[in-house]
């Protein structure tokens, strides 16, 4: 497994923005993929969560209804479309695979880890 996000940059408040995770390696549509994110002096927080099918996701309350996930095993990518984006959406924003079943909105519990994409809001 080999991640590769990208689709950051600086928007403004209320824009939206997509951002995509491509896996080079063969096991992912075996994989549950994540979207996780960093603020400055803050610790790595969930964002959504797709299961392997790409039928089942989860989000943190924080972008639950502004925040969607989506996936396409046939390109080996995984997508977080985000909308209605605040300045408190500012952050690296990090896709993540976790080779066990079940979504989990844990960072421990993900085996492989892209680079991470800077999202900046501005307000």
């Known amino acids: 497994v080999q991640l590769q996000a990208s689709g950051g940059g600086l928007v403004q408040a209320g824009d939206s923005l997509r951002l995509t995770c491509a896996d080079s390696?063969?096991?992912?549509?075996?994989?549950?993929m994540g979207w996780f994110r960093q603020a400055p002096g803050k610790e790595r927080e969930f964002v959504v969560a797709?299961?392997?099918?790409?039928?089942?996701?989860s989000a943190a309350n924080s972008v639950k209804g502004r925040f969607t996930i989506s996936r396409d095993n046939a390109k080996n990518t995984v997508y977080l479309q985000m909308n209605s984006l605040k300045s408190g959406d500012t952050a690296v924003y990090y896709c993540?695979?976790?080779?066990?079943?079940?979504?989990?909105?844990?960072?421990?519990?993900?085996?492989?880890w892209g680079q991470g994409t800077l999202v900046t809001v501005s307000s």
């Open positions: 993540a695979a976790r080779s066990s079943y079940g979504l989990s909105g844990v960072p421990t519990e993900y085996n492989y």
């Open positions: 390696g063969r096991t992912f549509s075996t994989n549950v």
């Open positions: 797709i299961n392997r099918s790409g039928g089942v996701t």
